[in-house]
Each structure stands twice: as structure tokens, then as C-alpha cells.
Antibody, heavy 115, light 107 residues
Framework: QVQLKQSGPGLVQPSQSLSITCTVS????????VHWVRQSPGKGLEWLGV???????DYNAAFISRLSISKDNSKSQVFFKMNSLQANDTAIYYC?????????WGQGTLVTVSA | DIVLTQSPATLSVTPGDRVSLSCRAS??????LHWYQQKSHESPRLLIK???QSISGIPSRFSGSGSGTDFTLSINSVETEDFGMYFC?????????FGGGTKLEIK
């Protein structure tokens, strides 16, 4: 069955970077895109960006200067990196599979930005 | 960015009621509107895609309607397992955006 499993740190120092890996199973990254979405009490759900099956990316313009999404098809892994985190980046970060809607989601990674 | 406004913010209902949740877009998004349910400490679950298309495995009591700027998620005969948060999401224009959510609670 389709699964997305996330791994990454729960605590990030202010001004440091966040890296999360989304490892997928049950489908190929060469056939489906993987999106990143975050959720916080203050801003709700925010779409961050996507890496498409062909490897191209689209980013939310609000994050484009500090966000990078890449992947390794052979390892079925998608890599999320966000730089210069601040306290207001504290949120649950999700990877999700889909074209225009998100039928499958990772379990979420709670990221706290704090010294 | 397209703003999605969901109403009401909270809806208190009794099991067995029929309910309607609203999602209004700040500009036309055709039918690129999707609905999700989220329970506490869980990831969102897709309920309806493209405004009215059903999703495999989702109970038939969930249905969606609308196009352009006004959309509705209907639940025919609410069950106790339906309580939680509901979000809409648009994929017509970058960046894709979500509504603020409607909380469905037991009266």
C-alpha cells in the first residue's frame, strides 16, 4: 500500500536549517509528485512546494528564497530543506502525494524552532 | 494569493443531522477545490476532490458541490466518527492555499 514516512529533527536552533526526508513505498517517484505542507496554530495549513515526477519543482513564492526540494528516485526518497528558520516556522511539516489534491500524507514532523 | 474563507468556524450538531460546510474563494477557481477531514493528532484525509468527485473508501454520506467561488461539503446523517476539523484547498492558482477550517463538534 502507499506510504510516506518522514524522518527529521524535532528541534531546530533559530537561524539554522531544517532537513526532513520523506521515504515513500507503494509507488514510484517517477510517476507521482510529492508536496510539502506545514500546519501551525497561527497560520493554519500552508502549501510550501512540490517536486514533480520528472524532477521539476514549484515553490510557494513566500518561501522560494530559503526552500529546496530534491529527490533520489532510486532510493524512493524526497528531501526537504528550509534555511534560516525562525520561531514562526514552528509547525508540523508534512509530505503528501498528489497532483492537485493530496490523497496520501506522511505522519508529520513536529518542528520546534527554539534556542 | 487566493483566500479561501470557510464558514461557520464551528458547527455544533447532533448525530443524525444533515450538515453543510461552506468554502468561498476570493476569485474564481473553477472546480479546483478539494475537501479534507482532520482529527486531532492525525494527518488530513482527502474526502472530495475537484469539488464533487468522490474518493474511494470515503463513506457515501460525504458529498461536495459548487464551482467558481462558492463550494459546499455536505454530510448526510452525521456520525460520531465525523467530528473533527474540515479544510478546503484550492489548486487553481499558485500558491495553492487552504481555508482556515470548520470545526464540527457534538452538540
Amino acid at each position: 500500500q502507499v506510504q510516506l514516512k518522514q524522518s527529521g529533527p524535532g528541534l531546530v536552533q533559530p537561524s539554522q536549517s531544517l532537513s526532513i526526508t520523506c521515504t515513500v513505498s507503494g509507488f514510484s517517484l517517477t510517476s507521482y509528485g510529492v508536496h510539502w505542507v506545514r500546519q501551525s496554530p497561527g497560520k493554519g495549513l500552508e502549501w510550501l512546494g512540490v517536486i514533480w515526477s520528472g524532477g521539476s519543482t514549484d515553490y510557494n513564492a513566500a518561501f522560494i528564497s530559503r526552500l529546496s526540494i530534491s529527490k533520489d528516485n532510486s532510493k524512493s526518497q524526497v528531501f526537504f530543506k528550509m534555511n534560516s528558520l525562525q520561531a514562526n516556522d514552528t509547525a508540523i511539516y508534512y509530505c503528501a502525494r498528489g497532483l492537485r489534491s493530496f490523497a496520501y500524507w506522511g505522519q508529520g514532523t513536529l518542528v520546534t524552532v527554539s534556542a | 494569493d487566493i483566500v479561501l474563507t470557510q464558514s461557520p468556524a464551528t458547527l455544533s450538531v447532533t448525530p443524525g443531522d444533515r450538515v453543510s460546510l461552506s468554502c468561498r474563494a476570493s476569485q474564481s477557481i473553477s472546480n479546483y477545490l478539494h475537501w479534507y477531514q482532520q482529527k486531532s493528532h492525525e494527518s488530513p484525509r482527502l474526502l472530495i476532490k475537484y469539488a464533487s468527485q468522490s474518493i474511494s473508501g470515503i463513506p457515501s454520506r460525504f458529498s461536495g458541490s459548487g464551482s467558481g467561488t462558492d463550494f459546499t461539503l455536505s454530510i448526510n446523517s452525521v456520525e460520531t466518527e465525523d467530528f473533527g476539523m474540515y479544510f478546503c484547498q484550492q489548486s487553481n492558482s499558485w500558491p495553492w492555499t487552504f481555508g482556515g477550517g470548520t470545526k464540527l463538534e457534538i452538540k
